[in-house]
C-alpha cells in the first residue's frame, strides 16, 4: 500500500492539480454521532465542520479538522445539556482532529479511492491515536467528497457516559461518529499561515 497524505489520496491519487489549500462546504458537510442508551439509540449532529487541508507538490502536508461540541444538536434540549457536560464543554469547547497519514486501500475508479486514515482526535482534553476507512470522491469544480464513520469508546477520552433519572437512564460507552465532508479549494497563501490561524492551532 502507497501512503500519502488525506488530500492528495482523493485529490492527488485521481490527477487533480490546482489550488494548495482546501477547506470544508459549510453547508454540504456534516459530522454525527451515533449511540445507545438503556432506553432508546440517539443521534446528535454537527452542522459546524471547521478545517483545513493543505496540499503540496502532490503530498498533503497537513490536514485539521475541527468541530464545536455546542454544535452538536441531538432533538432535545436535555440530551445537549447532557451531552455538552460530558464532554466539559465549556473546559474542551472543541473535538479536533489532526491527520497522520493514509493508506490507500483501493482505487476502484478514476473518480474515487477507498482509505484507511491515521490521526490524532482529541475528546474533552484528552488525546488518542485512531485508524479508521473513509471513502473518496472527486466532485465537479474541484471540490472532493470524504465520507466514514469511527466507532470509539467514551472512557478511552476519560468521558463519563451521561446518565438520567438517578442513574435509570444510561448512556452506553460505545458509540460511533460520522462524517459526510465535501471540501472545496481557496486562495489563501501561504496554506500553512491561514491553516493555523483558522484553527487556533496551539
Known amino acids: 500500500m502507497r501512503v500519502i497524505g488525506l488530500l492528495s489520496a482523493v485529490l492527488f491519487l485521481l490527477g487533480f492539480r490546482g489550488t494548495p489549500c482546501y477547506v470544508p462546504d459549510p453547508v454540504a458537510s456534516r459530522v454525527w454521532i451515533e449511540g445507545r442508551s438503556t432506553v432508546n439509540r440517539f443521534t446528535c449532529t454537527a452542522a459546524q465542520v471547521e478545517g483545513v487541508g493543505e496540499v503540496e507538490a502532490g503530498r ?15 432533538g ?19 473535538i479536533r482532529f489532526k491527520l497522520s497519514e493514509v493508506a490507500v486501500l483501493e482505487a476502484p475508479a ?4 477507498r482509505l484507511e486514515v491515521v490521526g490524532a482526535l482529541t475528546i474533552a482534553g484528552t488525546t488518542r491515536t485512531v485508524r479508521f ?4 470522491q472527486l466532485l465537479a469544480s474541484g471540490r472532493a467528497r470524504l465520507v466514514g464513520s469511527l466507532p470509539l469508546k467514551l472512557t478511552d477520552f476519560n468521558v463519563k457516559p451521561p446518565t438520567a433519572l438517578l442513574g435509570l437512564i444510561r448512556v452506553h460507552d460505545q458509540i460511533t461518529v460520522h ?8 486562495a489563501w497563501r501561504p ?12
Open 76 to 94: 432535545k434540549q436535555a440530551m445537549n445539556r447532557d451531552l455538552q457536560e460530558a464532554l466539559q464543554a465549556d473546559r474542551f469547547p472543541e
Open 60 to 74: 498533503a502536508v497537513q490536514a485539521r479538522l475541527v468541530v464545536p461540541v455546542r454544535a452538536f444538536d441531538c
Open 191 to 202: 496554506c500553512a499561515v491561514a491553516a493555523a490561524d483558522s484553527l487556533n492551532q496551539p
Open 133 to 136: 476507512e473513509a471513502a473518496g
Open 110 to 113: 478514476a473518480d474515487s479511492a
Open 179 to 186: 462524517f459526510d465532508l465535501v471540501v472545496q479549494p481557496v
